[in-house]
């Protein structure tokens, strides 16, 4: 079942903060964070695996609340070179598919 | 370069007819999986191997789809007999690990497909 993402979409100026959320009604293993630019091929982030961690990458962060099968992406001080579409990947812990299920992705524009 | 590489780029044919895609993952990656993406959406799941096992296939996967990974190296999917709602991009990933850090996707740039 394909995880859901919010918001669909979010205009910023360059230097905000940004926050972007993604839920599964299934138990999840893992949420893997991807960036996608226009005609570009999807680019990995990050991946947190259930127990709860942070990560970091540079400017941007995430969180994973096993409980509550949500994670949570954070982009701060965001740069123009943010802009794209961003999917969450999710494995659930009952197994099934061994592909990731994508979110439809959550558009996000920076403006200077 | 050793990223994922995707061939053709674009192909574009006629409704009925046959194409075939040609993936080759990153060497030491024994995880190969095929992804089918439309406009607005996310990356949809088709198949994958593990080295020249065929280990899931989704229920999207009509009969008309069929993928090999002769020797564990370079993938194909081929799709016969094409309809106009084949058209999408076709995503070619590969990982070297599962389910743990280290089982990123690192995919291709894909390879366009249009039927007319």
């Known amino acids: 079942q394909q995880p859901v993402q919010s918001p669909q979409a979010v205009i910023l100026r360059e230097g905000e903060d940004a926050v972007i959320n993604c839920s599964s009604s299934?138990?999840?293993?893992?949420v893997h964070w991807y960036r996608q630019k226009h005609g570009e091929a999807p680019v990995f982030l990050m991946i947190?695996?259930?127990?709860?961690e942070q990560k970091g990458h540079e400017k941007i962060s995430a969180s994973f609340n096993e409980k509550k099968q949500q994670s949570s992406l954070y982009l701060t001080a965001s740069q123009l070179s943010y802009s794209g579409t961003y999917f969450c990947?999710?494995?659930?812990?009952?197994?099934?598919?061994?592909?990731?299920?994508f979110g439809k992705g959550t558009h996000l524009i920076i403006q200077p | 370069d050793t990223g994922v590489s995707q061939d053709p780029r674009h192909k574009i044919t006629k409704r009925g007819q046959n194409v075939t895609f040609r993936c080759d993952p990153i060497?030491?990656?024994?995880?190969l999986y095929w992804y089918r993406q439309t406009l607005g959406q996310g990356p949809e799941f088709l198949t994958y191997?593990?080295?020249?096992?065929?280990?899931?296939k989704s229920r999207l996967l009509s009969d008309r789809f069929s993928a090999e990974r002769p020797k564990g190296s370079f993938s194909t999917l081929e799709i016969q007999r094409t309809e106009q709602g084949d058209s999408a991009m076709y995503l070619c990933?590969?990982?070297?690990?599962?389910?743990?850090?280290?089982?990123?996707?690192?995919f291709g740039e894909g390879s366009r497909l249009t039927v007319l």
């Open positions: 990933a590969s990982s070297l690990e599962y389910r743990t850090v280290g089982g990123e996707l690192f």
């Open positions: 299934k138990a999840l293993y893992s």
């Open positions: 947190l695996l259930k127990g709860g």
């Open positions: 990947g999710t494995e659930w812990t009952g197994g099934g598919a061994d592909g990731l299920t």
């Open positions: 060497s030491e990656h024994n995880r």
């Open positions: 191997f593990q080295n020249e096992a065929q280990l899931e």
